[in-house]
């Protein structure tokens, strides 16, 4: 049965051959060089499965290559000097082997392969758990596993693994995917599915679930258990597609989800191979940099299980898609395209200032009508209100729901338990922020001092001078605790550089630059909804800030009617579905392009249908430049707004977590302060206003690739 078809390591290298169009072969014995003759050709070793140097889960798909002579048909291999009896998958066309090797040690391994001429190759592979961590650092402690509420059985051990299993579901006439058990017979109601290959395959469906780096993940791809073929045979494409959940959590358990989850008709009916995994879901540890690292392993196995995917392609919204981007930025060669829907640039929003202005309207700005509201804002009127229910709660330390564990007398509590666990987003980001040696308490980024809130509405003549001084007067700040205080709050110094060089503040430039990214959104600024639309051009600020350029970034915009809806001509409009046909044919040229990797080669490939768009109410997709032209036909159909720091002043990229100062001069004002005014201004502001004009305090540039932060496994 296709599951006994996994779990050997000849089938599993097997399975890469097929995938790469190749001939597996038994292993040969080793032999020693030809003493006779003299050495002929030489060898080059590279990881298919991932870098030499974040080897994990003790084996990785290797590949030789046989140069100058040389030939792969007698080739032998051996791990840390012991040969290896895994099979070699031999490629004539291109004189390559392939292998899984196993068995490898943790941290530094040599694997060697040795022609029959005397040639020689060799690669060294550090190698972790597949528990890691590799480079996020410290695991979080505690944390609690979620294997039986994701239907895995009582987790093994204190990582929350549990064993590996296998289900079959199909796709019925009616619809809906149901349960298919190996060896039964056909359901009559079993439909067929057309790859974008043009194979026409029984719609049945496998689901490997398992735990990697303690997140529950599932892997699909399409598989009929009754055929002896597999894979490419059967009808994967060869492509890969990985999806991000939303939120922003601060949860200190494993996460959960469900064997059905991963079951997305988009991507399976076309033959994508498609990944979740509970550590891809924002709301649970809002890190990108554990999530990248995460991705980085899911991958890992995929290849070493499957093969190596023509390209690999994200999506998800809101949090789903700060993971791609901040990933992508992060760890460039995990993601070939990106998909953001409802974009967010980042995790490191600036929602306190909507807890803040909240508060001030609850109090001394009570009687304010809501045209002055507004203008503070800067959002579609009540969208800071909605920012304030959904996620200023996870600023608050003793906020038990956010921790999500069983036992919540674990949790901080600042008179009772001032020991316990914290559930605040610098918590789940403690390996990069850094800790105070005085309190123990994870370092928080978040500063507000010199924000002059409102400033666009004083000089837009909507609020007063007298209520701008209130209003900054008032608006104070949070502590460490997430406690609203009465003063501006100062961002940790180490936290606001860290933020900066780790990439979870994401600046738009290190993996970005380099490939396609298609963000398309849903209109949803008139509910009040905080995915508001100006987020897509920040993202974009960022790109062009950090890039010089943003050929390679695509918005698309509908209305909430869209959500598929048909248009004049009777046609779907489902931007996901539109959107993933767009950057098939954008990856698939890119693959094809013998160049290296660069803004170029992506900008070169970019299909006519990747522009700027937006499509009317009656869903006709209409061409459009998106920009802050007020009078522009998409700003027209679907307003843009801003939001409170961009009100103070900020430029659109947003990307300062603490301003530089300058004096207050009130000849830059477009309105007359009293004297009374001016100097109780001058109290509000000691230090000066924000500078907007320079860059942030320790705002550095991205500190490079796969950084390490912390201990890993092996430490």
Not at 100 to 124: C, F, K, P, Q, W
Not at 251 to 259: F, M, R, W
Request: net charge negative; glycine share 10%.
């Amino acid at each position: 049965m296709a599951a006994l078809r996994l779990l050997g390591a000849t089938m599993l290298a097997g399975t890469a051959a097929l995938a790469a169009g190749c001939v597996a072969t038994e292993a040969p014995a080793a032999s020693a060089p030809d003493a006779a003759g003299p050495t002929v050709g030489r060898i080059e070793a590279s990881v298919l499965s991932s870098k030499p140097e974040f080897v994990t889960g003790g084996d990785a798909l290797v590949e030789f290559r046989a140069l100058d002579g040389a030939s792969a048909a007698n080739l032998s291999v051996s791990v840390n000097g012991t040969p290896s009896d895994a099979a070699l998958v031999v490629d004539p066309a291109t004189n390559t082997v392939r292998t899984r090797v196993i068995g490898l040690r943790d941290g530094a391994n040599t694997v060697t392969a040795t022609t029959a001429r005397g040639a020689v190759g060799s690669i060294e592979l550090t190698n972790y758990p597949k528990d890691g961590p590799v480079f996020s650092g410290p695991h979080m402690t505690p944390y609690e596993c979620r294997t039986v509420e994701s239907g895995l059985g009582e987790a093994l051990d204190e990582n929350c693994n549990a064993a590996t299993r296998y289900d079959w579901f199909y796709k019925a006439t009616d619809g809906d995917f149901k349960p298919f058990t190996p060896g039964a017979s056909t359901p009559t109601d079993l439909t067929p599915t057309t790859t974008i290959d043009g194979r026409t395959v029984p719609y049945i469906v496998r689901v490997e679930s398992g735990v990697i780096n303690r997140s529950v993940y599932r892997l699909a791809v399409l598989d009929d258990p009754v055929t002896d073929a597999f894979m490419q045979d059967e009808g994967w494409n060869g492509r890969l597609g990985v999806t991000f959940g939303g939120g922003c959590g601060t949860k200190y358990n494993q996460g959960a989800n469900t064997v059905e989850s991963v079951l997305s008709d988009l991507y399976l009916s076309r033959g994508f191979a498609f990944i979740n995994s509970t550590e891809l879901v924002n709301n649970q540890h809002c890190n990108q940099v554990l999530q990248g690292e995460t991705l980085m392993m899911l991958k890992e196995h995929f290849i070493e299980t499957y093969g190596v995917p023509k390209w690999t392609v994200g999506t998800g919204g809101s949090g789903g898609a700060i993971q791609q981007l901040g990933i992508t930025q992060m760890y460039p060669g995990l993601l070939d395209g990106l998909q953001p829907s409802l974009a967010y640039p980042d995790s490191s929003l600036h929602t306190a200032d909507c807890g803040l202005i909240e508060n001030f309207f609850r109090n001394e700005g009570a009687s304010w009508p809501k045209t002055k509201k507004q203008a503070v804002e800067g959002y579609y009127v009540d969208t800071c209100a909605s920012w304030e229910r959904s996620f200023v709660p996870v600023m608050f330390a003793e906020n038990a729901r956010g921790c999500d564990l069983s036992d919540e007398s674990l949790v901080y509590n600042a008179r009772n338990n001032p020991r316990g666990v914290r559930c605040t987003v610098q918590e789940m980001r403690a390996n990069i922020y850094g800790r105070d040696p005085a309190t123990g308490f994870a370092r928080k980024p978040q500063d507000n001092v010199g924000v002059q809130y409102g400033l666009k509405a004083l000089n837009d003549g909507v609020i007063t001078p007298g209520e701008f001084v209130l209003l900054n007067e008032n608006v104070g700040g949070y502590d460490i605790d997430g406690k609203l205080v009465a003063q501006r709050v100062a961002g940790d110094p180490i936290a606001i550089r860290n933020a900066y060089r780790s990439g979870l503040m994401n600046s738009g430039g290190g993996g970005l630059a380099n490939v396609p990214i298609l963000s398309y959104r849903w209109y949803t600024d008139e509910i009040s909804d905080i995915h508001s639309r100006e987020r897509d051009l920040s993202v974009r600020a960022r790109l062009e800030k950090a890039n010089g350029r943003s050929d390679n970034h695509v918005i698309w915009i509908a209305g909430r009617t869209a959500r598929p809806t048909t248009n004049a001509e009777g046609e779907v409009v489902d931007l996901s579905s539109l959107a993933l046909d767009v950057m098939t044919e954008w990856l698939d040229a890119m693959a094809a392009d013998d160049a290296p990797l660069s803004p170029d080669k992506v900008a070169v490939n970019k299909p006519a249908g990747a522009v700027d768009a937006f499509w009317t109410l009656e869903g006709v997709k209409t061409p459009a430049v998106m920009d802050w032209d007020m009078s522009s036909p998409v700003n027209q159909v679907y307003p843009i707004h801003l939001e409170p720091r961009l009100v103070a002043g900020a430029p659109i990229a947003n990307d300062v977590f603490k301003c530089q100062l300058k004096p207050i001069d009130f000849s830059e004002y477009e309105v007359e302060f009293a004297p009374s005014q001016q100097r109780r201004l001058e109290r509000v502001f000691p230090d000066g206003v924000c500078d907007w004009s320079k860059p942030g305090v320790e705002q550095v540039a991205l500190g490079g690739a796969y950084q390490k932060w912390g201990a890993s496994a092996l430490d």
